[in-house]
Every structure is written in structure tokens, then in C-alpha cells.
């Protein structure tokens, strides 16, 4: 058999699909790396002594798996059960989920454009290679309309990308970066300009998730970021965020701008 060069490392979390199940642990196949398979010894299934195997496992569940060994050719690995917390299970497992749906997504953007089978790969592998996972890239281009761009990808179907991620992901939060340029000439200057930062961070809210955080950024800029949990929330934010810290430099005399970048 050749040599698989594609698989996990040592350690890694994966997730696998149960093929068999013996007395003495069970197979599976890797979801994600294909033609690998492993096997979780009983001692590896669950804590304390395990009495009946088939409480735990079954053929055809889905798994989230710690890589403890792997052979030298990589067509299989030996894999724990008991080494992997709730929590990360969780987290890997909705990680997963993620990265089935986002090449859905990319299947549909493939038929909106008139991409072929080939086409649809090869972007996928650009899109991962750039941002690290397919649903990251959604992500992203949900959150910011140039980070494609930014990320040097060009053509007709980044508009298609960006209305699809927009429409069907929800990031965990959206972020907005901006710089205030401000200056006043008065004897109460640098208090003017403080009052006015604490007014935009007074828009912060724990309850609704809300947060507005103002840095010098080198006289007369300074950095407001803010974080909301969807885009509709933090461009009203923005737009009270801003005007809250303008206002009150224009009002006693100084001059005040604003730009998002």
C-alpha cells in the first residue's frame, strides 16, 4: 500500500465515524483525511472499566478523537475516546460542522458562477490555504466586504461570495475599526478629549454584548474599536460612537473627524 502523506499529527483532534466494533475497541474512518482509519482500544474508550463497549460506542457514530499513535506508512492511527474533554469535543465537533457547511456554501457560489467540479476545488484549496478553513473565509467576508481583496483574490465572483456569507453565516460577533482625529486649542484641551473618548466607550453594554474601546493612537488620532453581536447593531453603534466624540469636541470649539478603515 502507498504511502498516505495527508494525516493527522500526533495529539490532533479528529473526528471519525465508527466502522466496527470488537470486544477489545472499535474502528473508524477519518472524516477528514481519507483513506485513514484507526482503532480506540477499550482502555481508550472511556475512564474506569469499561463492562459492556457498545454502551459507549456504535457502528456508524461519530466521534471526536485524540491521535495518541501513528504508523510510519499513515493508513492508521491509534486514537482516544477518554482523552478528550466535553468542551473540546464540542468545540471540534461544531468545527467540523462548520467547515461540511461552508463547502455546501461553495457549491452553491460554484452554480451561481458556472464553476465546474475542478474549479469549485481549486478555489477551495486557495480559500484555505489563504485563511486557514473554508468557513473562516465565509466568515471573514462576512464580517469585512474587503478582506478577499485584502487577501489577494480578484474577479466577478468575489460579489457572489460576499452576498452568500452574508446571507447564511453568523460570525460570532462583528468588529469595526476606525481612527478620530482630534484637536482643540483650549487650556482644557486634553479633558475635552478624554470626556469626549468616554463618551463614545459609554455606548459599551455587557448585557447586550456591546463593546466600545477608544486608544491614543498618537496625537490628534486616536483608534475606536467596537465590537456587537450583528452588523445592523454595530453600524448604529458606529454611527452613536462617533457622534457622541465629534459632537462634543465641535461643541467647545476644537475640530473633530472621523474614518473607518
Not at 500500500?1 to 474502528?27: D, F
Not at 480506540?40 to 454502551?55: D, P, Y
Not at 485563511?131 to 478577499?148: D, H, I, P, R, V
Request: proline residues 2%.
Amino acid at each position: 500500500m502507498s504511502e498516505i502523506t495527508n494525516t493527522p499529527n500526533e495529539g490532533e483532534l479528529v473526528v471519525a465515524s465508527v466502522t466496527t466494533v470488537k470486544q477489545n475497541g472499535c474502528y473508524v474512518k477519518l472524516d477528514e483525511f481519507e483513506g485513514v482509519e484507526g482503532f480506540i482500544f477499550i482502555g481508550e474508550i472511556a475512564s474506569g472499566w469499561v463492562k459492556n463497549i457498545r454502551v459507549y460506542v456504535r457502528e456508524g457514530q461519530r466521534l471526536i478523537c485524540k491521535v495518541m499513535r501513528t504508523r510510519k506508512d499513515g493508513t492508521s492511527l491509534e486514537l482516544s475516546l477518554k482523552s478528550v474533554s466535553e468542551e473540546r469535543r464540542r468545540e471540534r465537533l461544531q468545527e467540523w460542522k462548520n467547515e461540511q457547511r461552508a463547502h455546501q456554501l461553495l457549491k452553491v457560489l460554484g452554480e451561481k458562477v458556472g464553476w465546474n467540479e475542478e474549479d469549485i476545488r481549486t478555489s477551495g484549496e486557495e480559500l484555505i490555504d489563504a485563511y486557514g478553513g473554508l468557513y473562516t473565509a465565509f466568515e471573514e467576508a462576512a464580517m469585512n466586504e474587503g478582506s478577499l481583496v485584502d487577501a489577494g483574490f480578484e474577479g466577478e465572483w468575489l460579489k457572489d461570495f460576499i452576498e452568500i456569507a452574508v446571507e447564511n453565516i453568523i460570525p460570532a460577533f462583528v468588529e469595526i475599526r476606525g481612527i478620530l482625529t482630534l484637536s482643540i486649542n483650549d487650556v482644557n484641551g486634553v479633558e475635552i478629549i478624554q470626556k469626549a473618548l468616554l463618551a463614545a466607550e459609554a455606548l459599551s453594554s455587557l448585557e447586550e454584548e456591546i463593546e466600545v474601546k477608544c486608544h491614543y493612537n498618537g496625537a490628534p488620532e486616536y483608534r475606536i474599536e467596537l465590537k456587537a453581536p450583528d452588523f445592523k447593531t454595530a453600524e448604529s453603534i458606529w454611527e452613536n460612537a462617533t457622534k457622541a466624540t465629534l459632537d462634543h469636541v465641535l461643541s467647545a470649539g476644537g475640530e473633530a473627524t472621523s474614518y473607518r478603515e
